[in-house]
């Protein structure tokens, strides 16, 4: 945005020390006004001052960080490479990034506001709380505490701490931090106020010092990028900074265990016309990030910034915070982190964290990127407990969601490799899962998960399963798609393409106690998952078998039956040897899509309902009275229940007009009762298999 004047930066000043209820405003160095927190501004003197030869304060780790609104990545690569910033010649500059990821909740408008917020914090705008440019806006200091909250949370360092702005918007930010800042001035408009307050800080041994520049961002916006007037204002800003690297130096000189980190970076990047337009464009979130140390974690360091969204791979402004905590030995507990970047030290770097909510909306799937050092197990927190820890190189993990009801719902994971940490606020518009039906275990009497081959029957010594013939096994496992996220395993595919020489192909169910002969059970359901190939190829010709325990080369044949026709039609059929009970025109399935089939014979009630729910078409009954005699043939060929094939095994055989294929199937189970209309209608809307019900 277009920085207003002086004047009225003062006025802006002025205001908030009255706010503040400060004892005194106003200072030198082209005026200004203190907002100290903590204690008082600091005392007068310019920046020439010469140095003390004796250290005031304490030894040990100390940290600089100057943001300087305007300055954009090539610009101080051009500066430095013309030799124009010679104070910077040291400092290892990388490209990177800020505004948060676009279309998620860490996206924030790319203006001054938010992008201080994420620079004082290390989090975005869905946890500082800063969306606009205006005064009212500060940050959520429980959500986000500043970095000089955080270090001051080391009691034992006993840390000072400093800010010195240009911008009165940075008072605002930080007005609820009370008792994190010892010293901060508002220089109201004056760079040259920034030097020497600054400076003065670093003197009198403060630990931490915050300090942000405005003369580039001014240039810019009033004169152009490419404008001598711009280039004028990053040398001179850069030659003010210059000066606190010399006090640094001076300090370091007189007392060499001082160990001081210095970064320099800019809150946003700006457009081609020199304006910060808020939008989420590359060049907006063209940062950089500068550090007189190596550090490990900070890729890309003496390069161009990338022009695509490779640019997402590189550090990103929430990194300076945690950066310097840990070099203040203050990083908080991964339990409480909260951060949205990493420490850049690190040999593991954990970039590109997102979240988004599963298929089924009852899990949020996460999702990172290891660089570096990726031979560590991942460790994942949510609310600040553990949830998992996942093998070393692991990149994703999906965490199923336990509430009690549909809504919005709000949790904090955070990720752990080694002693790189960074941690993301999710969101979900929660559904909770449909359960199965708890009474879908009385009367169970076979149960095939097939989630591996050979099937076995969880009810043990219930029933066999396997090829109708061993040289003619056309049984695979194939991706269980059709079940929630969180309970697939295998299905099982049983292509009847696969044949042995006497043409004998399919899969076989057969019982120990038949349900369709048994004179104690009076009522039995056969239930499974099926899904046809994309084109339903199987249903042309004369149909093909789904299941079948007789000889289906008509539907009069003694037995039962499902066959599969043209329009991808499921007929449920019963016959006598002479006469047939049949539901047809009533179920249709959608091509390569999983459906559940279900068909009910009540042997005492005289009566058949067939079921079939599909993704399309949705929930298909019918219903068919059954004769005595319909009832006393359900036997079939009393020699199991074929799979894509007929109770003999050969019906592709027989029936050359009816081509082979391939059909899946999963979960196939057998009741010794008639399951109701709302347990067969569960098992399709709840997707989970019966074994979760199983202990």
Same mark, same amino acid.
């Given at each position: 945005m277009i920085r207003g004047t002086n004047a009225r930066r003062a006025s802006a000043g002025g205001s908030l020390c009255v706010a503040l209820l400060l004892a005194a405003c106003g200072g030198g160095g082209g005026g200004g006004s203190g907002f100290s927190l903590v204690g008082n501004t600091p005392a007068a003197g310019g920046g020439g001052n010469a140095a003390p030869t004796v250290n005031q304060g304490k030894s040990g780790p100390k940290a600089l960080v100057v943001e300087i609104d305007g300055l954009t990545h090539a610009a101080l690569a051009d500066a430095i490479a013309q030799k124009r910033a010679p104070a910077l010649q040291s400092l290892r500059v990388a490209p990177a990034w800020t505004g948060g990821a676009n279309g998620s909740l860490t996206q924030q408008r790319l203006t001054d506001g938010p992008s201080w917020a994420t620079l004082l914090t290390g989090t975005w705008v869905q946890r500082h709380g800063v969306r606009w440019d205006t005064s009212d806006q500060s940050i959520d200091a429980k959500l986000a505490p500043s970095i000089f909250a955080m270090a001051k949370q080391n009691t034992a360092a006993g840390y000072k701490t400093g800010a010195i702005t240009a911008n009165p918007l940075y008072p605002a930010l930080v007005r609820n931090d009370t008792g994190a800042i010892d010293t901060a001035f508002d220089c109201a408009g004056s760079d040259a106020c920034v030097t020497e307050h600054t400076a003065q800080l670093i003197d009198s041994g403060h630990d931490l010092v915050v300090a942000q520049y405005g003369a580039p961002a001014s240039a810019a916006a009033g004169s152009g990028l490419g404008s001598d007037t711009y280039r004028r204002a990053v040398t001179d800003t850069a030659a003010g900074v210059g000066q606190l690297l010399e006090r640094i130096a001076r300090r370091t000189a007189n007392d060499a265990r001082e160990d001081w980190l210095v970064i320099l970076t800019t809150g946003h990047g700006l457009d081609a016309f020199g304006g910060a337009t808020g939008l989420q464009t590359l060049e907006n979130k063209t940062i950089f990030i500068a550090s007189n140390k190596e550090l490990a974690g900070l890729p890309g360091t003496g390069t161009a910034a990338p022009a695509d969204n490779t640019l997402l791979q590189l550090a990103a402004a929430t990194d300076i915070a945690p950066t310097v905590l840990r070099h203040l030995g203050s990083t908080p507990a991964a339990a409480s982190y909260g951060l949205n970047g990493i420490?850049?030290?690190?040999?593991?770097?954990?970039?590109?964290?997102?979240?988004?909510?599963?298929?089924?909306?009852?899990?949020?799937?996460?999702?990172?990127?290891?660089?570096?050092?990726?031979?560590?197990?991942?460790?994942?927190?949510?609310?600040?407990?553990?949830?998992?820890?996942?093998?070393?190189?692991?990149?994703?993990?999906?965490?199923?969601?336990?509430?009690?009801?549909?809504?919005?719902?709000?949790?904090?994971?955070?990720?752990?490799?080694?002693?790189? +940490?960074?941690?993301?606020?999710?969101?979900?518009?929660?559904?909770?899962? +449909?359960?199965?039906?708890?009474?879908?275990?009385?009367?169970? +009497?076979?149960?095939?998960?097939?989630?591996?081959?050979?099937?076995?029957?969880?009810?043990?010594?219930?029933?066999?399963?396997?090829?109708?013939?061993?040289?003619?096994?056309?049984?695979?496992?194939?991706?269980?798609?059709?079940?929630?996220?969180?309970?697939?395993?295998?299905?099982?595919?049983?292509?009847?393409?696969?044949?042995?020489?006497?043409?004998?192909?399919?899969?076989?169910?057969?019982?120990?106690?038949?349900?369709?002969?048994?004179?104690?059970?009076?009522?039995?359901?056969?239930?499974?998952?099926?899904?046809?190939?994309?084109?339903?190829?199987?249903?042309?010709?004369?149909?093909?078998?789904?299941?079948?325990?007789?000889?289906?080369?008509?539907?009069?044949?003694?037995?039962?039956?499902?066959?599969?026709?043209?329009?991808?039609?499921?007929?449920?059929?019963?016959?006598?040897?002479?006469?047939?009970?049949?539901?047809?025109?009533?179920?249709?399935?959608?091509?390569?899509?999983?459906?559940?089939?279900?068909?009910?014979?009540?042997?005492?009630?005289?009566?058949?309902?067939?079921?079939?729910?599909?993704?399309?078409?949705?929930?298909?009954?019918?219903?068919?009275?059954?004769?005595?005699?319909?009832?006393?043939?359900?036997?079939?060929?009393?020699?199991?229940?074929?799979?894509?094939?007929?109770?003999?095994?050969?019906?592709?055989?027989?029936?050359?007009?009816?081509?082979?294929?391939?059909?899946?199937?999963?979960?196939?189970?057998?009741?010794?009762?008639?399951?109701?209309?709302?347990?067969?209608?569960?098992?399709?809307?709840?997707?989970?298999?019966?074994?979760?019900?199983?202990?």
């Amino acid at each position: 945005m277009i920085r207003g004047t002086n004047a009225r930066r003062a006025s802006a000043g002025g205001s908030l020390c009255v706010a503040l209820l400060l004892a005194a405003c106003g200072g030198g160095g082209g005026g200004g006004s203190g907002f100290s927190l903590v204690g008082n501004t600091p005392a007068a003197g310019g920046g020439g001052n010469a140095a003390p030869t004796v250290n005031q304060g304490k030894s040990g780790p100390k940290a600089l960080v100057v943001e300087i609104d305007g300055l954009t990545h090539a610009a101080l690569a051009d500066a430095i490479a013309q030799k124009r910033a010679p104070a910077l010649q040291s400092l290892r500059v990388a490209p990177a990034w800020t505004g948060g990821a676009n279309g998620s909740l860490t996206q924030q408008r790319l203006t001054d506001g938010p992008s201080w917020a994420t620079l004082l914090t290390g989090t975005w705008v869905q946890r500082h709380g800063v969306r606009w440019d205006t005064s009212d806006q500060s940050i959520d200091a429980k959500l986000a505490p500043s970095i000089f909250a955080m270090a001051k949370q080391n009691t034992a360092a006993g840390y000072k701490t400093g800010a010195i702005t240009a911008n009165p918007l940075y008072p605002a930010l930080v007005r609820n931090d009370t008792g994190a800042i010892d010293t901060a001035f508002d220089c109201a408009g004056s760079d040259a106020c920034v030097t020497e307050h600054t400076a003065q800080l670093i003197d009198s041994g403060h630990d931490l010092v915050v300090a942000q520049y405005g003369a580039p961002a001014s240039a810019a916006a009033g004169s152009g990028l490419g404008s001598d007037t711009y280039r004028r204002a990053v040398t001179d800003t850069a030659a003010g900074v210059g000066q606190l690297l010399e006090r640094i130096a001076r300090r370091t000189a007189n007392d060499a265990r001082e160990d001081w980190l210095v970064i320099l970076t800019t809150g946003h990047g700006l457009d081609a016309f020199g304006g910060a337009t808020g939008l989420q464009t590359l060049e907006n979130k063209t940062i950089f990030i500068a550090s007189n140390k190596e550090l490990a974690g900070l890729p890309g360091t003496g390069t161009a910034a990338p022009a695509d969204n490779t640019l997402l791979q590189l550090a990103a402004a929430t990194d300076i915070a945690p950066t310097v905590l840990r070099h203040l030995g203050s990083t908080p507990a991964a339990a409480s982190y909260g951060l949205n970047g990493i420490a850049l030290q690190g040999t593991t770097s954990l970039r590109e964290f997102a979240a988004r909510t599963g298929a089924d909306k009852d899990n949020i799937e996460l999702s990172w990127k290891l660089a570096g050092n990726a031979n560590l197990p991942v460790q994942v927190l949510r609310n600040g407990k553990l949830v998992a820890t996942l093998a070393a190189g692991s990149t994703s993990y999906a965490d199923y969601v336990d509430a009690v009801s549909d809504g919005t719902y709000s949790y904090v994971y955070t990720l752990v490799a080694g002693d790189t +940490v960074v941690s993301l606020t999710a969101q979900i518009a929660y559904l909770k899962p +449909v359960p199965l039906a708890p009474t879908l275990t009385n009367g169970l +009497v076979s149960y095939y998960p097939l989630d591996a081959l050979p099937g076995v029957d969880v009810k043990t010594g219930a029933s066999t399963f396997g090829p109708w013939a061993v040289d003619a096994d056309g049984g695979s496992l194939v991706t269980d798609d059709g079940m929630r996220t969180r309970d697939r395993a295998k299905a099982l595919r049983v292509d009847s393409r696969t044949a042995n020489a006497s043409g004998m192909a399919g899969y076989r169910v057969k019982q120990m106690t038949d349900v369709t002969t048994d004179a104690a059970t009076t009522a039995f359901t056969i239930g499974f998952w099926v899904r046809t190939d994309a084109t339903c190829s199987q249903g042309v010709g004369n149909g093909g078998t789904v299941i079948a325990n007789k000889n289906y080369d008509t539907g009069n044949n003694e037995g039962i039956a499902i066959g599969l026709f043209s329009s991808c039609e499921l007929r449920f059929n019963t016959g006598t040897g002479s006469a047939r009970g049949e539901i047809k025109g009533a179920h249709y399935l959608s091509a390569g899509q999983w459906a559940y089939v279900a068909m009910v014979i009540d042997k005492a009630g005289l009566a058949m309902d067939a079921y079939a729910v599909d993704p399309v078409r949705g929930i298909q009954t019918g219903h068919v009275a059954l004769s005595p005699a319909l009832v006393a043939k359900l036997g079939g060929l009393k020699n199991g229940i074929g799979l894509n094939e007929d109770g003999s095994g050969l019906y592709y055989k027989r029936q050359s007009a009816s081509p082979r294929g391939a059909m899946d199937f999963n979960d196939f189970a057998i009741w010794n009762r008639a399951l109701t209309a709302d347990e067969v209608t569960s098992l399709y809307k709840a997707a989970r298999p019966l074994s979760t019900l199983i202990p």
